[in-house]
């Protein structure tokens, strides 16, 4: 039996330093309550800490940035709330559109569009139509994203494709069933922050964060910057990564 290809780095020449970046950007709620202020103004400095990491991250080489924005099970949360989270979304896709389009950023929007306004739709689409032939930067917005739902979504089209005549089942392999992720066209993430303190995926990027390098800083999201990025770049580099083979000098 011929072994699975070994997962790599997403930037092959230099491993040492990660490429993909993935954020789960937790703790708005608690910056604001601890300040004696309501939810919705932590979601508005968050969106400042976003900009100033997205720059940073730009700054700093990387090639593609992953930001867990609106989770499906986000919806549990009251409907105000909500919607204080889609116009953000809003407001941020406006307002820096036009910039982010010169600066030579895709922008791509993971998750599904089910359920989703339609102003917010065209938005999403607007913004990834104007960038798609931008190839400086890539900025994924997860909005409307979980991991589960996205490997279910992915599942059906493998199945629709099977039917259809367009995909051999037995052809179905882990190279082939990335075809029908969201992100089937990114190199899998290198290194995941999540702030807040919290340990744990909250459903986000099951599949692609199999071999991703976990980073978790006590920092609430609106205070995160260019430092914590370095910071969280630093831990990343003075790991070592295997999949699944033996440390380096050990064969
Ligand atoms: C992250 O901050 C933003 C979203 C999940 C949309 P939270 O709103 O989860 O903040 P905490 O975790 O309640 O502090
Ligand atoms: C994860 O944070 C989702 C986003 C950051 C968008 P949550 O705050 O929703 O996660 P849990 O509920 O603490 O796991
Ligand atoms: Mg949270």
Same mark, same amino acid.
């Not at 491993?15 to 608690?30: E, F, L, Q, W, Y």
């Not at 099970?73 to 919607?83: D, G, H, I, L, Q």
């Not at 104007?130 to 979504?153: P, S």
């Given at each position: 039996?011929?072994?699975?290809?070994?997962?790599? #780095?997403?930037?092959?020449?230099?491993?040492?330093?990660?490429?993909?970046? #993935?954020?789960?950007?937790?703790?708005?709620?608690?910056? *604001?309550?601890?300040?004696?202020?309501?939810?919705?103004?932590?979601?508005?400095?968050?969106?400042? #800490?976003?900009?100033?990491?997205?720059?940073?991250?730009?700054?700093?080489?990387?090639?593609?940035?992953?930001?867990?924005?609106?989770?499906?099970?986000?919806?549990?949360?009251?409907?105000?709330?909500?919607?204080?989270?889609?116009?953000?979304?809003? *407001?941020?896709?406006?307002?820096?559109?036009?910039?982010?389009?010169?600066?030579?950023?895709?922008?791509?929007?993971?998750?599904?569009?089910?359920?989703?306004?339609?102003?917010?739709? *065209?938005?999403?689409?607007?913004?990834?139509?104007?960038?798609?032939?931008?190839?400086?930067?890539?900025?994924?917005?997860?909005?409307?994203?979980?991991?589960?739902?996205?490997?279910?979504?992915?599942?059906?089209?493998?199945?629709?494709?099977?039917?259809?005549?367009?995909?051999?089942?037995?052809?179905?392999?882990?190279?082939?069933?990335?075809?029908?992720?969201?992100?089937?066209?990114?190199?899998?993430?290198?290194?995941?922050?999540?702030?807040?303190?919290?340990?744990?995926?909250?459903?986000?990027?099951?599949?692609?964060? #199999?071999?991703?390098?976990?980073?978790?800083?006590?920092?609430?999201?609106?205070?995160?910057?260019?430092?914590?990025?370095?910071?969280?770049?630093?831990?990343?580099?003075?790991?070592?990564?295997?999949?699944?083979?033996?440390?380096?000098?050990?064969?």
């Amino acid at each position: 039996m011929s072994a699975a290809p070994a997962p790599t #780095a997403s930037n092959g020449d230099d491993v040492s330093r990660p490429g993909h970046v #993935a954020i789960i950007m937790d703790g708005n709620g608690r910056w *604001a309550t601890s300040r004696g202020l309501p939810r919705a103004v932590g979601h508005e400095r968050g969106v400042e #800490a976003l900009r100033r990491t997205v720059e940073a991250a730009q700054k700093l080489g990387l090639e593609t940035l992953t930001v867990f924005s609106f989770s499906t099970e986000n919806w549990r949360r009251p409907a105000s709330e909500v919607s204080a989270l889609f116009g953000l979304l809003k *407001a941020y896709v406006k307002r820096d559109l036009d910039r982010l389009t010169r600066e030579g950023v895709r922008i791509r929007v993971l998750g599904t569009r089910a359920g989703l306004p339609a102003d917010i739709l *065209a938005l999403v689409e607007r913004a990834e139509q104007r960038t798609r032939d931008n190839a400086k930067f890539n900025l994924c917005i997860a909005f409307n994203y979980g991991g589960r739902e996205e490997l279910v979504r992915a599942a059906q089209a493998a199945i629709k494709a099977g039917l259809e005549g367009k995909l051999d089942p037995d052809s179905l392999n882990e190279d082939t069933f990335e075809q029908f992720l969201d992100t089937s066209d990114l190199p899998d993430p290198d290194l995941l922050i999540r702030t807040s303190g919290e340990s744990r995926l909250s459903n986000f990027l099951i599949w692609q964060a #199999a071999y991703t390098e976990l980073v978790f800083m006590d920092v609430l999201w609106p205070d995160f910057g260019e430092s914590h990025l370095r910071e969280a770049i630093e831990t990343y580099m003075a790991r070592e990564r295997r999949f699944g083979g033996l440390a380096s000098g050990a064969a």
